[in-house]
C-alpha cells in the first residue's frame, strides 16, 4: 500500500508541475500575442488576422485546464466558513459529497465537452492552420482531471489519509 501511496505522489507531482507550466505559458502566450496585435493594429496600421480568433481560443483553452488546476491547488472560488467551525467528522462528509458533486461536474464536463470538441471534425481555425480540436479538446480535458482529482482526493478523505481542512480554500482572515 504504501508503494502505491508514493506513486500517487510522484503523480499529483507530476500533474500539478504540468498544470502550472501549461497555465503560465498559456498566460504568458496570450499577454504577448494580445499585446502584439494591438501594437499592429494602433501603431502599425496593420491588423493581424488572429487578433480576435486565437487569442479568444487559447483563452478558453486556458478557463478549462486552468478550472483543473485551481481544483488542485484549492485556489477555486469557496465558502467554507460554515464548514470550518463543524465538527470534523461532519466536515468529512461535506467534503467528500462536495468532491463527489465536483467529480460529476466534471465528468458531464468531459463528456458533453468531448462530444462538443469532436463535432467539430478536422476543421481548422480560419487566421491560423491550427486545428480547433487543438482547443476545443481542453474542455473535455480539464473535465477528466476535475474527476480524476477529485476521485483521488475523495478516497483519500474517506481513508484518513486527507484532512478535511487541506481540502479547503485558504482562509483570508
Not at 99 to 104: C, E, G, K, P, V
Amino acid at each position: 500500500m504504501e508503494m502505491i501511496e508514493k506513486i500517487v505522489q510522484r503523480l499529483d507531482a507530476a500533474l500539478l508541475w504540468v498544470l502550472d507550466a501549461f497555465v503560465i505559458f498559456m498566460a504568458g502566450a496570450l499577454l504577448v500575442l494580445l499585446n502584439y496585435a494591438v501594437y499592429s493594429r494602433f501603431i502599425l496600421n496593420s491588423s493581424v488576422s488572429w487578433g480576435e480568433e486565437l487569442p479568444a481560443h487559447m483563452l478558453a483553452a486556458l478557463t478549462f485546464i486552468g478550472a483543473a488546476y485551481l481544483t488542485r491547488t484549492n485556489e477555486h472560488l469557496g465558502f467554507d466558513s460554515v464548514v470550518r467551525s463543524l465538527p470534523e467528522l461532519v466536515q468529512r462528509v461535506v467534503m467528500g459529497l462536495n468532491l463527489l458533486m465536483m467529480a460529476w461536474l466534471g465528468g458531464l464536463l468531459a463528456w458533453y465537452g468531448g462530444k462538443a470538441a469532436l463535432s467539430f471534425g478536422a476543421r481548422q481555425l480560419i487566421s491560423v492552420d491550427l486545428p480547433v480540436m487543438l482547443f476545443r479538446g481542453a474542455m473535455p480535458l480539464g473535465g477528466a482531471l476535475i474527476v480524476l482529482i477529485c476521485l483521488v482526493r475523495f478516497v483519500g478523505l474517506m481513508t484518513n489519509r486527507i484532512n478535511p481542512h487541506d481540502l479547503m480554500t485558504e482562509s483570508d482572515g
